[in-house]
């Protein structure tokens, strides 16, 4: 899986003040919580911030990066866990990553890319793809860029579940009955299929 790199800078100065402040000066306020524990057995969280600029290398992006977060010259590899943005300048406002580490599990959202020229295509369909991401669980290093379909064989008409996929050293998450794609039939087929009745 490609990894990125982003810059921050430790805060010390928390609170909503604080926060609005960072947010002024361009900047994005984060935690990143995951590996290490208090003494109650509870997360801890480490606050720091990101320029907007360097954030947008990763949020405006279709693709899915592990994260070598350096904060003030400490490293951590990490996943994007949550984005919140301005709901009127659709901005981030806030940002939480997780930590990783390679022996434990990570569940994360990989793209989906559609291999091949459908059966159902070359008869006239429409190939549609219902869910562009899937929830899937594996260690990082055995994550995958894209998960590839191949859809050579997907007829007219027919469609595509979860269930029907299957990739090694990954748990599918998402749920087996969602449809991943289909090949719908246009109206031009339908007008084949009924003249050749």
Known sequence: MQEITINGKLRTDLG???SRELRRADEVPCV???V???ENGQPVAKSFSVTQKELAKLIYTPNVYIVNLNIDGEEVKAILQD???DFVSDRPVHVDFYQITEEKPIAIEIPVKLNGLAE???AGGKLAL??????VKAPYKSL????NIDVTNLGL???MKVAALSYEGLEILTSKEVVVCAVRMTRAARAAAAESK
């Open 32 to 34: 990143v919580y995951g």
């Open 16 to 18: 909503k003040k604080a």
């Open 144 to 147: 995958p860029d894209i998960l």
């Open 120 to 122: 159902g295509v070359k």
């Open 83 to 85: 984005l919140q943005c």
């Open 130 to 135: 219902n869910v562009r991401k899937l929830k």
């Open 36 to 38: 290490e524990k208090a």
């Open 157 to 159: 008409g027919k469609s």
